[in-house]
Structures are given as structure tokens and as C-alpha cells.
């Protein structure tokens, strides 16, 4: 009778603990793709879903793309999420990843960090992270290829963020793009 009470008792943990995952896991649509990525931390927020933009890549080489934003406002924080779908596949190097984040536009990046990325991993996928600063406050900013096989992808999922390292580094390890 008491084991039973107690697999009981385990069960009911269990079933809470991956409840309260769901609820902090949140969903946005992102045409081609779905971000998932935990706000648990995030009080009171709320996601704007801007309109999507397409952009002539004007240096070598030239492509046409089209940039799905995202702005998560927490307070007096925020998060910037942008998915860059090219018009046809590119070879995905560090060089190509870094030289996206940077020129992107994001918050705080500009041509001066350009060698400044660092390696780190994004949904089991290489990607590079720069860190910046807006006055005092630290910002990290990230970009790796969710759709990448073979050092080759069409999709690019860039994210920045003004959030303390250790809310920011949780979220970064949250992220999983489903296409």
C-alpha cells in the first residue's frame, strides 16, 4: 500500500514538472519555421510578429531574401528574433554566419565586431554569438542555419537579446526551429 502511495506521489511530480515546461515553452510562427523557446523566466512580456521584408543582397554574391521578425519586450528588456529565408541555398561558414549577424541590423552589432564571433551551439546546430554592449548593458546576439546539412542551408535564425547572460543563455539553450 505505501509503494503505491509513493509511485503515486512520483507520478504526480512527474505530471507537474512537464506541465509547467508546456507552459513556459512558448510557440511563435515564423513563416517557413516554428521557434520554440522558454520564456519561463520572462515576467509579464509580450510578442510582436512584424511584417515580413524582402531584401536584395546587393554585394557578391546577390540574392534575393525575405526577413520574418519577432520582438519580445519583458519590462525594459528585450529579445529580437528574425529567420533570413535566402532565395537559394548558401554555403553556411562562420565567415557567412558572422558577417549575417552583424549586418543584419540588429541592435548594437555593427561592422567593428566583425571577427568578434565565437563559437557556440543553437538547437544541436554550430552557430556563432557576438557580444555587444548598449551603454552598461551587456547584449548577445546569435545566428546559426536551422535547415543546414552538409555545411549548406536556406534558412538563417538570428536572435538578440538585452537580458541578463543567465536568462538569456537558458532561452539560447531552449531554441529548437521546426520547419
Known sequence: ???MKFGSLILTCLICTALMA???AEEISQDPV???LDLGDLEDYMIDEGDSIKISHCERPKFDYTIYP????SGESWIELEVHELDEPTEMT???LEHCLITAGLATLTEEYEGAGESFTIDGHDAIMVTT???DQPVYSAVYSPDEEGSWGRLLFLISSDLPWDVTEKI???IEVDE
Open 133 to 135: 554592449s548598449d551603454g
Open 94 to 96: 562562420s565567415w557567412i
Open 172 to 174: 539560447f539553450g531552449s
Open 1 to 3: 500500500m505505501m509503494e
Open 70 to 73: 519577432v520582438t519580445i519586450e
Open 22 to 24: 508546456a507552459v513556459s
Open 34 to 36: 516554428t521557434v520554440n
